[in-house]
């Protein structure tokens, strides 16, 4: 099967153009019919010549940009779309809203393969990964469903450093200055902690933002909540977390899902200062939600934060929304959990 044109980038337009025997500089015209003009012909892309047209249509194909099958609506305004991409892979990707602002979650994978304990995603194994023009299509319906799309987070479905090839493409796919030009500072990746991408990462020229699970600081109580630490041990995730934050002279957001009774005691707290003192972060708390809807209070959820903020770590309690529509963190099941 010939590849869609939608999943290249600029870069690699120009490529296959020459490759074709066309001149490269047409790439950004090409780029630009697609990606801002949403054209949907390939035989009749907006302002590029009629024989490149021809010649980019004998070696790709241009399908239409996949529609959300499904939307629900929470009560508190956040807005889940549910994808059903080709091979019947689900995906799903949220609109939150903020203040004045939203932001859009994407998914990387049908599903995923980390098997995390608490995590419904992880429950359903790995359908596949998505591809650079599946995850752009979410990026355009989360664009149709908002005023003032700020900001853009890789935290629902699946690993986004298991199908970074992928991943990079659609960021730089989606901050390409002929394209949607959404600067990579508003993007956030996040990773349970695959530790040859955050290097990666580190090396690279992208500007986006990195943030790290770090689930439990006790190593055998980690390794059975997310059994990637058996492969990527957080001692070692969090050490090229600092090699990443000293590199790029930034800052990491860490997160923390806080599981009653299983990783919020004391001796949690005071284990989780110890190992993240003197990385420059932010540590957002995330109460657990089951899979089948919103979860009760965490009691301890603040006196958590407290002991945290009195052992100097800038912690924060993450406002959960669309929980009702199984929309918050932990409980995208691509509609599966929903009645
Ligand atoms: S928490 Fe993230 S990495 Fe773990 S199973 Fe869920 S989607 Fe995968």
Redesign the pocket.
């Known amino acids: 099967m010939q590849p869609d044109l939608r999943g290249l980038t600029r870069a690699e337009i120009a490529a296959a153009l020459v490759s074709l025997g066309e001149k490269p500089g047409n790439a950004g015209a090409v780029f630009m019919a697609l990606h801002r003009r949403g054209a949907q012909d390939l035989a009749r892309l907006p302002n590029v010549p009629e024989r490149v047209c021809r010649a980019l249509g004998s070696a790709f194909t241009l399908a239409p940009l996949p529609a959300p099958e499904r939307r629900l609506v929470s009560a508190d305004g956040t807005r889940k779309l549910l994808f059903r991409f080709a091979g019947d892979a689900p995906a799903e990707c949220v609109v939150l809203p903020g203040k004045d602002q939203q932001t859009a979650c994407l998914s990387s994978q049908s599903g995923?393969a980390?098997?995390?304990a608490f995590?419904a995603?992880?429950a359903l194994g790995l359908k596949r990964s998505l591809t650079p023009e599946e995850i752009v299509a979410q990026f355009e319906a989360c664009l149709r469903e908002s005023v003032d799309l700020r900001s853009l987070v890789f935290m629902g479905?699946?690993?986004p450093f298991l199908n970074w090839e992928n991943v990079k493409k659609a960021i730089q796919i989606l901050s390409d200055s002929r394209g949607r030009h959404f600067p990579q500072v508003k993007m956030t990746v996040s990773t349970?902690g695959v530790i040859p991408v955050i290097e990666e990462l580190t090396a690279s020229g992208l500007r986006v933002r990195l943030a790290v699970?770090v689930i439990a600081a006790a190593p055998e109580l980690r390794a059975r909540l997310?059994p990637m630490e058996k492969t990527y041990p957080l001692e070692r995730v969090l050490a090229a977390v600092r090699r990443y934050c000293a590199a790029r002279e930034a800052h990491v957001m860490l997160e923390y899902i806080l599981l009653p009774g299983v990783n919020d005691r004391p001796s949690d707290s005071a284990l989780l200062a110890k190992l993240i003192e003197g990385i420059p972060c932010r540590l957002n708390l995330i109460p657990y939600n089951p899979p089948g809807g919103p979860g009760p209070a965490a009691p301890r959820v603040k006196e958590f934060q407290r002991e945290l903020i009195a052992a100097g770590v800038r912690a924060y309690l993450r406002a959960e929304k669309g929980a009702d529509i199984a929309a918050a963190c932990?409980q995208l099941a691509a509609g599966l959990n929903q009645g």
Do not use: D, L, Y
């Open positions: 995923c980390c098997g995390c995590c995603t992880g479905m699946g690993e349970v699970s997310a932990g």
